[in-house]
């Protein structure tokens, strides 16, 4: 069977406040026939309803627990497979032409395997969230651009890799790197994902022209000690593994 040119994927939790303008904005720029697949991680705030509001022709699938967001992506490009991933969390949305201008960057480097957007804050005159992920000289992962005003953005380019919010990227990069690891509940899955398909030979790039509207931490609740605790040690343990 075919695999489809593209399918997007969106992994959710306690999020029904957000989860209707990041659907929206998929409708509106991907063909009628793309896949839209949705799981849920045992949201007890109406998303599932909410999710068949907004998109009746998702294909949902609920979790009787929240087993993160790695595992979330896992199940869902496990049941469609496709050619390319639009991945986008819930608490973002895409700009008009955003998809396009993604899938055109992707276009001219078939060496890439995947683009990441411009991602700003959602004020009007929103600062960088990022343009892909960069790595420092100590290995630690950084959102480029971020904190900085949209007018400033970097150029497009070769980015180390993509950001967890949104990225379109090639469907051979979740078969042949293993996809995300679902041992890692929440935070650095794409830079673990990244670290090991550039080991492999694989490239990432930035298309600033492509537009998305993130608000940040919007679903995931935590407090700031174990944020800083899970970022800092799924980072160690990508680079370890």
Not at 44 to 53: F, L
Not at 105 to 127: H, Y
Request: a neutral charge; hydrophobic letters at 40%; proline letters at 7%.
């Amino acid at each position: 069977m075919r695999r489809p040119p593209l399918a997007a994927l969106l992994v959710t939790y306690e999020s029904a406040g957000d989860i209707g303008t990041a659907l929206d904005s998929i409708v509106r720029q991907v063909p009628e026939e793309t896949p839209i697949v949705v799981v849920d991680e045992a949201s007890t705030d109406g998303t599932a309803e909410a999710v068949r509001r907004a998109c009746p022709r998702a294909i949902r699938f609920l979790e009787r627990g929240n087993r993160g967001f790695a595992s979330g992506m896992q199940r869902a490009a496990a049941v469609c497979p496709a050619e390319r991933y639009l991945l986008l969390n819930p608490d973002a949305w895409l700009e008009d032409g955003a998809l396009e201008r993604l899938t055109a960057a992707l276009d001219r480097r078939p060496d890439f395997a995947g683009a990441s957007p411009l991602v700003l804050r959602p004020e009007p005159d929103g600062r960088i969230d990022s343009l892909g992920i960069g790595i420092s000289s100590a290995l630690s992962p950084f959102s480029i651009g971020h904190g900085r005003p949209s007018t400033e953005a970097p150029g497009a380019g070769e980015v180390f890799g993509f950001h967890g919010a949104v990225a379109l990227i090639r469907g051979e990069i979740l078969a042949e790197e293993g996809g995300f690891d679902p041992r890692f509940f929440c935070y650095q899955e794409e830079f673990d994902l990244c670290w090991r398909a550039r080991r492999s030979g694989w490239r990432f790039l930035a298309e600033p022209a492509a537009r998305v509207r993130h608000r940040v931490s919007a679903s995931s609740g935590e407090n700031r000690a174990w944020r800083e605790f899970q970022l800092e040690r799924n980072r160690v343990w990508a680079i370890a593994k």
